[in-house]
């Protein structure tokens, strides 16, 4: 049986449709601003689409979430073997593991930011983590659809897999003694974020090969996760564009 997920807002669906999701119907709200749509309609059209024109009471029955006056129905997301992605890495690979974190809209910005630096694959933990749900696709704005997402049944493993093709991993850490900025990140490398409130997990820290923080100079005591994680992408990629 076909499992459908529910996405919204317009940049989410179209890169849904630009990436050969399967897309089995989509709604629009009946007063819709025309720049919104302009986009879209002929893109459904194109690729037929059967949508329709509905009154905003549906689209928020279907989702209570700001779904910008579209909503999806689509086949549910692919997951990728990380296996099958390890046979295949390159000498610059940049994995992304995330260790329970459980906002929706953190992972959907993790995972635009890593779509946006042309990551390897983000890996997420079967339990204790958010999952990808409609929101998260939407604040990944299509990024969920452009870069591979493997599923794991424990982040552990993940890193003992990387670890056997000699890939480093380093957790994100504010009281590590080593900023982001003095780590060569030229190299394949896994980069590890931990839950919004706790960080990485004590038994997948003792596992990582380094840790790494970020400064801070005002009265805080830390980054938000996601913005933390892009501003480690960054990072490698800067350095990777210099060589």
Sequence with gaps: MENKKII?????????????????????????????????IPLLEKNKIPFSYVPVQK????TPHNHQGIVAQIIDIKFYAIEDLLENH??????VLLDGVTD???MGAIIR???????????IPTNGSAQITGETIKTSAGG???IPICRVNHLKDAIYLLQSYDI??????EKAEQNIFDIDLTNTVAIVMGAEDKGVSHGVRKLCSNSAKLPILGNMDSYNVSVAAGIFLYEAIR?????
């Design 104 to 106: 929706t809209r953190n």
């Design 90 to 95: 390159q000498n610059n690979s940049l994995f």
């Design 113 to 123: 930011s890593a779509a946006a630096v042309k990551a390897t694959a983000v890996v």
């Design 168 to 173: 480093k991993s380093i957790v994100a850490d």
């Design 144 to 146: 969920a659809f452009q």
């Design 59 to 62: 689209l928020n029955k279907l």
């Design 8 to 40: 919204f807002g317009r940049q989410a669906i179209l890169e849904a449709i630009k990436n050969s999701i399967t897309v089995s119907k989509v709604f629009i709200q009946k007063s819709i601003n025309r720049k919104t749509s302009e986009k879209l």
């Design 239 to 243: 350095q990777r564009l210099k060589t």
